[in-house]
């Protein structure tokens, strides 16, 4: 059975929990405090981060690697596109949300001096990407699929991390709750993650 080594209120974690209950299939999940981190997360990963996946003797860790393994391995329902074309450009953009999104994450925990600066960063690339979802209902069209799952974490923390978007933005909200009402996402959540949003 595959075990994910998964943090509480980790946004990367909690990706890999949605994938893994989006799909209905057997696993296990060991909740990782980080604030008291076993040693064994740095025997498993050398960069001593979750999530960390073990399925018999394959160990990965990175969020998205994770995420595509899982969804290759169980491929129903598939959430990555299964056009090579349009796969690589489900990549490309999961690459995107990384390097324009998910870096600042560490600076949105931490809460420390600039954040505003950051939290207005965050703000305007998502109400960038708010009016796609005038015309569809997921990021890479009516289906939802990997990239949905990718960006889900930060949607669910923007009141937790102090991001307030503007009412121009409102389509992306709407997109967001279409996310947060699947059985898969609700699944998916901790307790802890349950009262970040009211
Ligand atoms: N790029 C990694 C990021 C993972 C990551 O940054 N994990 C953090 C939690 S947000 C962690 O485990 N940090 C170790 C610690 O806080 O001790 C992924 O996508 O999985």
Redesign the pocket.
């Known amino acids: 059975m595959m075990i994910l080594y998964s943090?509480t209120i980790?946004?990367?974690s909690h990706r890999c929990r949605i994938v893994l209950y989006e799909k209905g299939m057997d696993f296990e999940v060991i909740d990782v405090d980080?604030f008291n981190?076993p040693e064994d997360i740095a025997v498993i990963n050398p960069y001593?981060?979750?999530?960390v996946m073990v399925d018999r003797d394959l160990v990965l860790?990175?969020?998205?690697i994770i995420n595509e393994y899982i969804d290759e391995r169980f491929p129903h329902p598939q959430l990555m596109p299964p056009d090579p074309i349009m796969r690589a450009r489900a990549r490309q953009l999961l690459h995107t949300f990384e390097k324009e999104l998910f870096s600042y994450?560490p600076e949105l925990?931490a809460n420390q001096k600039g954040i505003d600066k950051t939290r207005a960063h965050v703000r305007d690339i998502l109400v960038q990407r708010a009016s796609i979802f005038i015309k569809q209902k997921f990021m890479l069209g009516d289906e939802f699929s990997m990239l949905d799952v990718a960006i889900a974490p930060l949607l669910w923390r923007l009141e937790h991390y102090g991001i307030e978007l503007p009412k121009t933005a409102a389509p992306l909200m709407k997109y967001a709750e279409r996310i947060f009402s699947r059985q898969g996402f609700i699944d998916a959540l901790t307790p802890s993650e349950k009262v970040m949003r009211r």
């Open positions: 943090g980790d946004p990367f980080l981190k001593n981060q979750v999530p860790y990175e969020s998205n994450i925990e």
